[in-house]
């Protein structure tokens, strides 16, 4: 079991950058694949990125990829959303999640642990 802490967030220009960390509390971080996920205000939330359990793999949404990457470092039970060239439509609150594999998912229901996100507003 793990608890995903997420943190990064705030209030930024467009075109600044970002990046997003997650913490997961609990000794077995490396068994688990991880992934991105925003929703933004009136929306469904959303898959942005997610990653294997060893960080060989990942996988970034269309409507983002070129501008967020997504890594881990198992030794700190830490998983990172970077994210470049913010623009309005990036407003969301950003969900660290863990899921039920060891390979990238972009799919919701194989998440099991969620944090309480972090939310991030750009200006324009």
């Known amino acids: 079991q793990v608890q995903p802490v997420e943190s990064g967030g705030g209030l930024v220009q467009a075109g600044d950058s970002l990046r997003l960390s997650c913490v997961a509390a609990g000794r077995t971080f490396s068994n688990y694949a991880m992934g991105w996920f925003r929703q933004a205000p009136g929306k469904e939330r959303e898959n942005v990125a997610a990653?294997?359990?060893?960080?060989?793999?990942?996988i970034v949404a269309e409507s983002v990829k070129g501008r967020f990457t997504i890594s881990r470092d198992n030794a700190k039970n830490t998983v990172y959303l970077q994210i470049n060239n913010l623009q309005p439509a990036d407003t969301a609150v950003y969900y660290c999640?863990?899921?039920?594999?060891?390979?990238?998912?972009?799919?919701?229901?194989?998440?099991?642990?969620w944090g309480k996100g972090t939310l991030v507003t750009v200006s324009s």
């Open positions: 999640a863990a899921a039920n594999t060891v390979g990238a998912t972009t799919r919701s229901s194989s998440y099991i642990y």
């Open positions: 990653i294997s359990w060893s960080g060989e793999n990942s």
